[in-house]
Nanobody, 125 residues
Framework: QVEVAESGGGSVQVGGSLRLSCEAS????????MAWFRQIPGKEREVVAA????????YFADSVKGRFTASRDEAKKRLDLQMKSLKVDDTAMYYC??????????????????WGQGTQVTVSS
């Protein structure tokens, strides 16, 4: 059984920073996708940042490019998200997710089988 654990999150003012951490445990095939999604009530969950272990690049949604960075440790199955210059629009529940293994499409939510419980990020003006 794979478990996904998130930490970080919280409340900050506009322009502030937060760091989210995600670590997966349990058996996962050597190649997998790992991603941070976010969701606000009434809207679909959207991918914020994602990695595929066979590729060195990290995918970022256009809305966060230049403000969010990610650090990865594939041996630890860990993906951290550093969020800077936060905006009110970044307010959401953030979820970490991991695919079941093998080839995966980074931005397709259907690829992700294992999910964390979510961590709230609130940005106020």
């Amino acid at each position: 059984q794979v478990e996904v654990a998130e930490s970080g999150g919280g409340s900050v003012q506009v322009g502030g920073s937060l760091r989210l951490s995600c670590e997966a445990s349990g058996y996962i095939y050597s190649t997998y996708c790992m991603a941070w999604f976010r969701q606000i009530p009434g809207k679909e969950r959207e991918v914020v940042a994602a990695i595929y272990t066979l590729h060195t690049d990290t995918y970022f949604a256009d809305s966060v490019k230049g403000r969010f960075t990610a650090s990865r440790d594939e041996a630890k199955k860990r993906l951290d998200l550093q969020m800077k210059s936060l905006k009110v629009d970044d307010t959401a529940m953030y979820y970490c997710a991991v695919s079941s293994g093998g080839y995966c499409s980074l931005t397709s939510i259907n690829e992700y089988k294992y999910w964390g419980q979510g961590t709230q990020v609130t940005v106020s003006s």
